[in-house]
């Protein structure tokens, strides 16, 4: 079965550190790759994607993330986090044999300290 | 512009009892569905939509049933609460289904005792 795998759970970091989230997905086609946020309180919201061409991509808040295919993977990154970063960041995938339902990951909560 | 629009935010119910999640939305997008979100879970879709009149299940379905009776409505039914119903519900919606760019609720909590 297709799934989304992400591997830190709970990662704390100081103002002001570099963040690198894993996610490993598990299909061999086509796929489209999303990195979600939910501040705390908020509702779940798109942080960047992946359909195709640069596999470098850019979001907001300074987020970016690399899809490299022969590792299955779309790890999200940020050079310096603030203390406003932190909320829960999902890795989610939509499949060319599952088109229109979104396969999210476990999640990873991200606690910056000021 | 509301965007999507889920109610009730809270509520708890008793073992065995009945209720209905409202969701709507203000885009006229044709995809619409039901995600529940557990602590180290993450989202788990329990029924999409394509459009009015048609849905379908995900991931995740057991205890529930939704109706699609217009584009703008997506209501989630619980006939017989049950403690493992226990979540957070996220109802979303996408225009076009296979972007993956979903517009989401702010959620509802249900606790089952």
């Known amino acids: 079965a297709q799934s989304v795998s992400q591997h830190n759970h709970h990662v704390i970091l100081s103002e002001a550190a570099s963040l690198e989230l894993g996610c490993n997905y598990s299909?061999?086609?086509?796929?489209?790759l999303f990195w979600y946020v939910q501040y705390p309180g908020q509702h779940l919201q798109l942080l960047l994607k992946?359909?195709?061409?640069?596999?470098l991509v850019k979001g907001i808040k300074g987020f970016e993330a690399e899809f490299i295919k022969s590792k299955f993977s779309f790890n999200l990154r940020k050079p310096s986090v603030q203390w406003s970063d932190t909320a829960e960041y999902f890795c989610?995938?939509?499949?060319?044999?599952?088109?229109?339902?979104?396969?999210f990951g476990q999640g990873t909560t991200l606690q910056v300290k000021p | 512009n509301a965007g999507v629009t889920q109610t009730p935010k809270f509520r708890i119910l008793k073992i065995g009892q009945s209720m209905t999640l409202q969701c709507a939305q203000d885009?006229?997008?044709?995809?619409m569905y039901w995600y529940r979100q557990d602590p180290g879970m993450g989202l788990k879709l329990i029924y999409y939509s394509v459009g009015a009149g048609i849905t379908d299940k995900g991931e995740v379905p057991n205890g529930y049933n939704v109706s699609r009776s217009t584009t703008e409505d997506f209501p989630l039914r619980l006939e017989l609460a049950a403690p493992s119903q226990t979540s957070v519900y996220f109802c979303?919606?996408?225009?076009?289904?296979?972007?993956?760019?979903?517009?989401f609720g702010e959620g509802s909590r249900l606790t089952v005792l």
């Open positions: 979303a919606s996408d225009s076009q289904g296979n972007t993956g760019e979903l517009f």
């Open positions: 989610a995938v939509i499949t060319s044999s599952n088109t229109g339902k979104l396969i």
């Open positions: 299909y061999g086609g086509t796929v489209n």
């Open positions: 992946y359909f195709s061409g640069d596999p």
């Open positions: 885009m006229n997008h044709n995809y």
